[in-house]
């Protein structure tokens, strides 16, 4: 027996508002919208996805899950990503090579370094 990945789920308050901001910053392609959902993909038929679902319940505390990406430029990346809608958190990384930032929702991500 095989496992494919093929998507995270994002329980959110308001998943098209939400799955567009994140299918803007990610540069990735919406392939379905719905008022309880919204699923977003690096091209129609890649996977994995991300899919963004509703639910009534605000987050409370930190996430147990988040995505770390890795770009080219951190600095350019955090720039773009703040003037797009993310904010700096401090979830107690101390100092770090990587930034912690949250989407409008507050759910948080990383931006890693360069790779070594």
Aim: proline share 6%.
């Amino acid at each position: 027996m095989a496992l494919e990945w093929e998507q995270v789920v994002v329980h959110s308050v308001d998943p098209a508002t939400l799955g567009q901001w994140w299918a803007t910053a990610l540069g990735w392609v919406v392939v379905h919208s719905s008022e309880d959902e919204f699923e977003i993909r690096p091209a129609p038929d890649r996977m994995p996805g991300v899919d963004f679902v509703r639910t009534d319940e605000v987050r409370k505390t930190k996430s147990r899950l988040h995505l770390d990406f890795r770009p080219d430029d951190q600095a350019a990346e955090v720039a773009r990503l703040v003037a797009h809608g993310a904010r700096r958190v401090d979830i107690g990384q101390g100092e770090q090579p990587w930034v912690v930032l949250a989407d409008p929702e507050g759910n948080e991500f990383c931006v890693l370094g360069q790779r070594h």
